[in-house]
């Protein structure tokens, strides 16, 4: 294991120190994943409360716009709710699902492709030819099929109780054949080679093997991988309750608050769409930024640095 003193003679550390983006990109993302965590303590109001929300509130603009209350600085929603508020702990929701769904991929991809990798034949030919037809679906399509079917069975009330499991299925199923390529291709190239046959001719178990010896060697492509996946994880969660087929209105998530305020932006009141949607730009470049950068690092021969 890395120490510290390692950590910091290390091409990755040095090659951070140098790249301002990555720099940027990371402090960003851990002031706004600090913010989403401590959202009770941070935000000015809580959107769950309802002796907090006010329709008589409701539309006013940010303080720098004519109509605009202190009270209120980035302005206040259809239904009254801060906005400020309301967007922290709607990016609270979309990264718990984001970061849910992922390890969901994560679980199922990187095992299937360790022990389909390793061992061949007919079970690395079942499981690339399921992930064939896993990625031959559209996740949004398979998304709009099982949340019409679970909101006729469990109703719309009950739906909004549990979106967030529901969407934390549905995108992490959906994109696991990533994690099992990406891991497959890593144990194709590692499982001939010395170390590995050496441990094999001591007889060590084929599970031991996997998981000691060659898995360690897999991290750094699950790394980069699981940077991307979560900005595409946060996106997906975004675009299925724009559609209305993720979280309710009333459990905000940055996806629902841009779709709330959507019929809204023509008629004046574009900050309860282009709010929020710009904190999901911000939230998901950040992401991708610091996954380039690492993608980059572990690639030398991409790495310009």
Do not use: C
């Not at 590692?190 to 093997?209: D, L, M, T």
């Not at 009333?250 to 629902?256: C, I, N």
């Amino acid at each position: 294991m890395m120490t510290f003193a390692g950590f910091k003679d290390s091409f990755l550390w040095y090659s951070f120190k140098r790249d301002k983006i990555a720099i940027i990109s990371l402090l960003v993302l851990v002031l706004l994943v600090m913010v989403a965590v401590f959202a009770p303590l941070v935000a000015p109001y809580d959107p769950y409360d309802p002796e907090m929300i006010d329709i008589m509130n409701s539309e006013i603009p940010p303080v720098w716009e004519d109509g605009g209350e202190k009270a209120f600085v980035l302005g206040t929603d259809s239904q009254g709710r801060d906005m400020l508020s309301t967007m922290i702990y709607g990016m609270r929701v979309s990264l718990i699902i984001g970061f849910g769904a992922v390890a969901l991929q994560a679980i199922l991809g990187v095992f299937i492709g360790l022990f389909a990798g390793y061992h061949g034949g007919f079970l690395d030919s079942f499981f690339m030819r399921a992930a064939d037809v896993q990625l031959s679906f559209s996740y949004l399509m398979v998304a709009i099929f099982m949340s019409a079917i679970l909101q006729a069975i469990v109703g719309v009330a009950r739906f909004g109780e549990i979106a967030v499991p529901f969407l934390i299925l549905v995108i992490g199923f959906s994109q696991w054949p990533q994690y099992a390529r990406t891991v497959r291709a890593s144990v194709l190239a590692e499982r001939n080679k010395e170390y590995v046959e050496a441990a094999r001719v001591a007889g060590f178990p084929s599970a031991q093997i996997i998981i000691k010896q060659i898995f360690p060697n897999t991290l750094s492509p699950i790394l980069v991988l699981s940077t991307i996946q979560v900005a595409n994880a946060v996106m997906s969660e975004a675009a299925l309750s724009f559609l209305g087929l993720g979280m309710p209105i009333d459990r905000p998530s940055l996806g629902s608050l841009i779709n709330s305020g959507f019929e809204f932006i023509f008629s004046g009141a574009w900050w309860i769409t282009a709010l929020p949607g710009l904190l999901l730009v911000i939230l998901v470049l950040s992401i991708n930024m610091l996954g380039d950068f690492l993608r980059d690092v572990f690639n030398p021969k991409l790495y310009k640095g």
